[in-house]
């Protein structure tokens, strides 16, 4: 996978609201930080991003259809029955840069 660089809080283009644009999966480092300063705030904001507040679990029923919009939005698939199918369509809109 090729690094990219991205903002620690970014800015919605339409609603001006900030979020958090960090994922304990991808994010690695904050640019311009001592490296145990970087690690320390980072597990700081992963801490902060998944307390139950701020946390949404959707309860499936049939025929369920849920969107997000990924510029303000951290998202993790949780497991699921081995028994059951899980059927997921993807659709993704041409989005801007963030910042």
């Known amino acids: 996978m090729v690094p990219a ?3 620690v809080v970014r800015t919605h283009p339409e609603t001006a609201r900030r979020a958090l644009f960090v994922s304990e999966h991808f ?3 904050i640019i311009g930080l001592p490296e ?3 690690r320390e705030l980072l597990d700081e904001l992963f801490e902060h991003s998944t307390r139950p507040e ?3 679990r959707h309860q499936w ?3 369920d259809m849920v969107f997000w919009d990924n510029r303000s939005t ?3 698939a949780m497991p699921f029955p081995q028994d059951q199918r ?3 369509y993807r659709t ?3 989005g801007d840069v963030p910042f």
């Open 54 to 56: 701020f946390v949404y």
């Open 61 to 63: 029923k049939p025929k």
């Open 27 to 29: 994010t690695t480092r």
């Open 5 to 7: 660089v991205h903002p």
């Open 86 to 88: 899980r059927k997921l």
């Open 74 to 76: 951290m998202h993790l």
């Open 92 to 94: 993704t809109i041409e």
């Open 36 to 38: 145990a300063r970087s």
